[in-house]
């Protein structure tokens, strides 16, 4: 009995495991503006900062005693309140986490969970707009394998191709650990 008890237990880590390679969460972004330097994560090297003013600050919340440095994340506009939908429709943005927000960069509005570059704000939200409610996705496939896999381009979208690509694969995995003994004794998963 005690052995089933281990395999079950065993099945809900790794499912929990790799279902946290496809999950996405909400909270809130605000901007700032330059001097980007210096940065939480790299001081005055501005080499490892995104030529494209693409990146982020990242808030106690994420930032996980700055484990968060270099972390990518895709992130999307999901409604404000000044001005009335402040989205930018259908708009999402790549950003790269090289800072701490507060104490280093001060955001347009406090408490939230990313502070985006102005670029990076505008790409999804009104330029009007101090705060927003986003879904932030952490990419955790590492890049070396998005370099050498089947997806070599580092371009926005198969970066989002390979973590569609990469959900399938678990969703998948998911299926088959979870399948019973035979075909017709599938046993239902859903996850909330």
């Excluded at 999402?92 to 090289?98: E, G, L």
């Excluded at 089947?150 to 678990?170: I, K, M, N, P, Y």
Aim: hydrophobic share 40%; net charge neutral.
């Amino acid at each position: 009995m005690s052995n089933m008890v281990c395999r079950k237990a065993t099945l809900l880590l790794i499912i929990h495991h790799l279902l946290a390679l496809c999950s996405a969460d909400v909270g809130t972004a605000a901007s700032y503006d330059r001097p980007y330097v210096p940065t939480a994560c790299y001081g005055w090297d501005v080499s490892q900062i995104p030529s494209d003013n693409m990146f982020a600050a990242a808030s106690e919340r994420i930032w996980d005693n700055g484990a968060a440095c270099g972390r990518t994340y895709q992130v999307r506009c999901l409604s404000g309140e000044a001005p009335p939908n402040p989205c930018n429709s259908g708009e999402n943005v790549k950003v790269t986490v090289v800072d701490q927000a507060p104490p280093v960069s001060t955001p347009s509005s406090s408490g939230t969970t990313l502070v985006l570059t102005v670029d990076a704000f505008f790409a999804i939200a009104d330029s009007s707009a101090s705060l927003i409610n986003i879904e932030f996705l952490h990419y955790r496939f590492p890049s070396r394998v998005r370099e050498t896999g089947s997806f070599s381009s580092t371009s926005e979208d198969s970066d989002q191709a390979l973590h569609r690509w990469g959900c399938r694969l678990v969703q998948m995995i998911i299926v088959i650990l979870v399948k019973g003994k035979s075909k017709s004794e599938w046993k239902s998963y859903t996850r909330n």
